[in-house]
């Protein structure tokens, strides 16, 4: 029987969401059913609203208003957010999607199997790129990333495609973000996104990581060769925040020392009782 990888099956499940942005504005001009509306920004099946976490703390910092539905529809992903820490990035993101197909494409066209680091910045770039778009919200007074954001513009552009027939000059910025992520390894996603840096942030005590079990590891380091973070799980990297639990590591280690593991709460010793006096 053949064994799924993880990264089939997140392929699988990026297809799925792909196909999910596709089939809602399918449905709504065609058909006329309205089950299924938006797209990741925010998304709504049926009565069910989802917002993306930092477009939602963009609307919040913009009218310094809690809103009850927002906030609701902001619950799920903060919450996947807290327990997988950047799922969001690797296992449904459209960009992601459309990064993996394009890498599969260009390996079966060329005799380069991976893809190269042309330009390499410093980690905490991602950090900065967050910090750089709250500020400009907050001096504009206007959420940016709602306008600006490759994951959503892709919802977007499809849309205007199918309802339309046209495709806006935004969608320079998905052309743009797509040839650096295959110029150089994920380069969009590693430095420049402030989505990811936020689900980062969230993630920071996520309950499932990937660990190195070392009973048998061998320093071989394949791993960290094939993390598209530019990580080594290899020496523990893979708990950390920069992590997006792809699983690629897992997949590529010889030995099988990189498992998912869920992190459980750490138990506290019990309180002594006071004696009285």
């Known amino acids: 029987m053949m064994r799924w990888s993880w990264g089939n099956k997140r392929l699988l499940v990026l297809a799925g969401a ?17 089950f299924i509306q938006g797209w ?12 993306s976490p930092l477009e939602g703390l963009e609307s919040l910092l913009v009218t310094r208003e809690p809103f009850g539905p927002l906030l609701a529809a902001l619950f799920f992903p903060v919450l996947l ?12 993101c459209p960009i992601t999607f459309l990064t993996e197909v394009s890498e599969r494409l260009k390996k079966l066209l060329s005799k380069k199997t991976a893809t190269p680091e ?3 910045l410093f980690r905490q770039m991602l950090w900065f790129a967050l910090g750089l778009e709250l500020f400009l919200t907050l001096v504009l007074g206007a959420p940016i990333f709602v306008f600006m954001s ?21 969608g320079l910025i998905i052309i743009l973000v797509l040839i650096l992520n295959l110029t150089s390894k994920r ?91």
């Open 150 to 170: 490759p994951p959503g513009l892709i919802g977007r552009e499809l849309m205007m495609l199918i309802f339309f027939r046209t495709l806006p000059l935004e």
């Open 187 to 277: 380069f969009y996603c590693r430095y420049l996104c402030p989505l990811g840096a936020f689900l980062a942030l969230l993630g920071m005590k996520r309950r499932v990581r990937i660990e190195n079990i070392l009973q048998n590891c061998k320093g071989c380091r394949t791993c960290d060769r094939a993390c598209p973070m530019g990580l080594s799980p290899s020496v523990g990297e893979g708990t950390t925040v920069y992590c997006w639990n792809c699983g690629t590591c897992i997949d590529n280690c010889p030995y099988g020392q990189l498992v998912f593991k869920v992190k459980k709460e750490e138990s506290r010793p019990p309180i002594p009782m006071q004696k009285r006096s």
């Open 40 to 51: 990741y920004q925010s998304i709504g099946i049926g009565d069910f609203w989802i917002v």
């Open 81 to 92: 957010a807290l327990l997988l820490g950047r799922v969001f990035c690797s296992w449904i």
């Open 118 to 120: 042309r330009w390499t």
């Open 18 to 34: 792909f196909a999910l942005l596709l089939l809602a504005p399918l449905l709504n001009y065609y058909y006329d059913i309205n």
